[in-house]
């Protein structure tokens, strides 16, 4: 059994307290001992020179599908089915190389592309974050996957059949997460974000289809009605929650040991900043940023767990700038350091659904480890510089060493 020990160091645990100085052994995919020295008889020891070793970071809105990460852009996105694969296996290689160890899907075109990387990730043959797969982003009416128009519920019959087969047939492909967009989105067809896009009937057949096959549900949901729909029938985590009014959070506060939100503030900061042209008035990014900004403080103080995930892959917002969204959290939302660290580990871990072995360092937890050259309660903008992680672990295997 391979045995490492990290010396040297101030530990972040995920729980929010102050870092502490320990020794933290590993030994084959565990941690087992946090300690003020550990034995080191047999173990690859780590000096981190005063570093800090945090739990492995957990983004909780990943696209792996988009085709864009920091080491290569696609403004096409309508790559054949053989590349968009590999463009998915080099994605979560670079998410794990910016300390990223789990990655919540938030959808991907190719469920089976998503479900073979998530097996290839596990077995450890090819570099990769813990993967929960997602089925591509179901819409008004079920329409194929990448095409997007969202119509609103005016003008049609509601369908709750199609949305349940929606539900099964995902569920047989092997994914975790199923994934509805109840509102639409103005920054793909403008003035749409406001539109709720299925029926509350439509949501309770998903919500019922998801527990008898034992998946999750993920709702895009940028419209206040389309938030409550997803609180009322269960659906585990929100995405955006733009518009939430004071009904809508008081939906959110009763069910807050229940379900996760995912502001999602990189793609809003992409598009004011990144992008190569001036945002449309019909995107409304500004009154986005503007309503996020107000809404994400006062979920936090009603205690909802929100979690980190910027809807990274876009050429404008790429896979590897991940971690700016803990930043955004310190600099839009008021949180401090530290509370964006637990929202990426502690809260994390359980939005994996692994809450109970994942997102600490902790006697007994999976060894997924980040070390930092420096203190990211300091600076947390320090984290997006992956020439500071000076060592990364997955499942008790180094993905990278101090040199």
């Not at 981190?48 to 990460?69: K, M, R």
Request: charged share 25%; glycine share 10%; with cysteine.
């Amino acid at each position: 059994m391979t045995r490492t020990v990290f010396t040297g160091v101030q530990v972040f645990d995920g729980t929010g307290r102050d870092p502490f100085p320990a020794e933290v052994l590993v030994e084959g995919n565990r941690i087992t001992a946090v300690k003020d020295r550990v034995m080191r008889v047999g173990a690859r020891v780590i000096d981190g020179g005063g570093g800090t070793l945090l739990p492995g970071l957990v983004d909780a809105h990943a696209h792996l599908g988009f085709g864009s990460t920091v080491e290569h852009r696609s403004r096409r996105r309508d790559e054949p089915d053989e590349e968009k694969a590999l463009l998915v296996a080099h994605a979560g290689r670079v998410l794990l190389d910016h300390g990223i160890t789990s990655a919540y899907s938030g959808g991907n075109r190719l469920p089976r592309t998503e479900t073979a990387a998530r097996k290839a990730f596990a077995e450890g043959w090819m570099p990769g974050p813990r993967l929960k797969a997602a089925s591509w982003e179901g819409s008004a009416g079920m329409v194929e996957p990448g095409v997007y128009d969202f119509p609103g519920i005016d003008g049609r019959a509601s369908d709750p059949e199609s949305v349940s087969r929606f539900v099964t047939d995902m569920a047989e492909l092997g994914v975790d997460i199923v994934k509805l967009s109840l509102s639409g989105e103005s920054a793909v067809v403008h003035g749409t974000s406001r539109i709720v896009q299925f029926t509350d009937e439509e949501v309770a057949a998903a919500s019922r289809a998801a527990d008898h096959h034992g998946v999750w549900l993920t709702a895009h949901a940028h419209a206040a009605e389309s938030i409550k729909m997803a609180v009322r029938h269960g659906i585990r985590a929100i995405y955006h929650c733009t518009f939430a009014d004071e009904e809508t959070l008081d939906l959110l506060e009763a069910a807050r040991d229940r379900l996760f939100v995912a502001p999602t503030p990189g793609i809003i900061h992409a598009n004011l900043h990144e992008t190569d042209s001036e945002p449309e008035p019909g995107m409304e990014v500004e009154a986005t940023a503007e309503a996020v900004r107000e809404v994400v403080p006062e979920l936090v103080r009603r205690g909802v767990r929100v979690v980190p995930g910027g809807d990274y892959g876009f050429a404008w917002n790429p896979v590897g700038r991940n971690l700016r969204d803990l930043e955004l959290f310190v600099d839009w939302f008021g949180f401090t350091p530290a509370e964006a660290l637990r929202a990426a580990t502690l809260h994390g871990g359980r939005i994996m659904g692994m809450g109970d072995e994942l997102g600490l360092v902790r006697e007994g937890f999976l060894a997924d480890l980040v070390l930092v050259d420096g203190d990211p309660l300091e600076d947390i903008a320090i984290l997006q510089d992956r020439r500071r992680l000076a060592a990364i672990m997955k499942d008790g295997v180094l993905h990278k060493a101090p040199a």
